[in-house]
């Protein structure tokens, strides 16, 4: 099963008789399914099929609709609001005296908004035909949308399935330093013995192995390197066979940070704090590529 990513874009035009617009979906991630509109009055449909549309494509990712149009009937005339203007003027003549501003240019002043008026700006109507059309090109554009978040998301496997390569490799290392704790740990421990005693003493060697299993077992990491293996593979299936597994795959991030947390606090050689070190970088690596997966 394919990944999703929740990063996208989707553009597409159309129109029904006099009206022509533009529809474009961006997508960015989210911790749920988040989908904002903008449109003109007289296109509020856009945001009941919208709803509708999104909540058939999507699961998650914070997404924002905008429908620009355009009318055949529209800017057919061209007029200055001179109330309007005035009331610019007006307010940045009490700007400049006050020494927070500079006087505005003619072009400045003739830019804002309401001062420059035409006569479509009386808003267009949607009917049914249009509308019929307006649904069939907002689901044409979640298509376009959905093919541009798989996209991103086949890019996003590949990394996320290299980040799991990467600790598969740092675990098997770390299997094998742990091995050699126990060993560590009875020389460590025996040299600070005789240090202590001078020579050594009688029953010392029967106090090292005592010692020496006692902190074993202390610094013993096999079920750490046990469930972290078995959050790889959990996370292997999560990849390939989840419609929308971002929400788990964050949760098994968190996971493998905790056991590498433990796994570098019961570390008695120094070999084996760096694999521990620069599996936790892997683990923050993967789960910054978690956030943007669907």
């Known amino acids: 099963m394919a990944l999703n990513s929740m990063t996208g874009f989707a553009r597409i035009e159309g129109g029904q008789g006099e009206l022509n617009w533009t529809l474009e979906l961006r997508s960015v991630n989210g911790r749920g399914l988040d989908v904002r509109y903008r ?11 919208g709803r509708e549309l999104s909540k058939r494509h999507f699961q998650r990712g914070q997404m924002n609709l905008n429908v620009s149009v355009t009318s055949a009937r529209a ?5 200055v609001n001179q109330e309007a203007l005035d009331l610019y003027i007006a307010a940045s003549n009490r700007l400049v005296e006050a020494g927070h501003a500079l006087t505005p240019g003619a072009d400045g002043l003739l830019a804002l ?3 420059i008026e035409t006569s479509g700006d009386e808003g267009v109507a949607l009917d049914e035909a249009a509308e019929a059309v307006l649904a069939a090109d ?3 554009l ?4 959905t093919a541009a978040r798989g996209a991103e998301g086949q890019a996003l496997e590949a990394v996320l399935n290299g980040h799991l390569a990467s600790m598969e490799k740092l675990v098997a290392e770390a299997e094998g330093l742990a ?7 009875r020389d460590r421990f025996a040299r600070r013995m005789a240090e202590l005693n001078g020579e050594a003493g009688e029953g010392l060697a029967e106090r090292v192995m005592q010692e020496t299993a006692a902190l074993a077992v202390k610094a013993d990491v096999r079920e750490e390197l046990d ?6 593979e959990q996370a292997y299936r999560l990849i390939g066979e989840e419609v929308a597994p971002g929400r788990k795959l964050d949760f098994l991030a968190q996971e493998f940070m905790r056991e590498a947390n433990t796994l570098c606090s019961k570390s008695a050689l120094i070999a084996l704090t760096r694999a521990g070190l620069e599996l936790k970088a892997v683990i923050d690596q993967f789960r910054e590529q978690t956030q943007n997966v669907e």
């Open 39 to 49: 449109f003109p009055a007289g296109f509020e449909a856009v945001e009941r099929l």
């Open 75 to 79: 800017a057919t005339g061209v007029a």
């Open 113 to 115: 908004r309401g001062v």
């Open 138 to 140: 907002l689901a044409s």
């Open 142 to 145: 979640c298509e376009g949308m």
């Open 179 to 185: 091995q050699q704790q126990v060993e560590a740990i």
């Open 227 to 232: 469930r972290l293996q078995s959050h790889i």
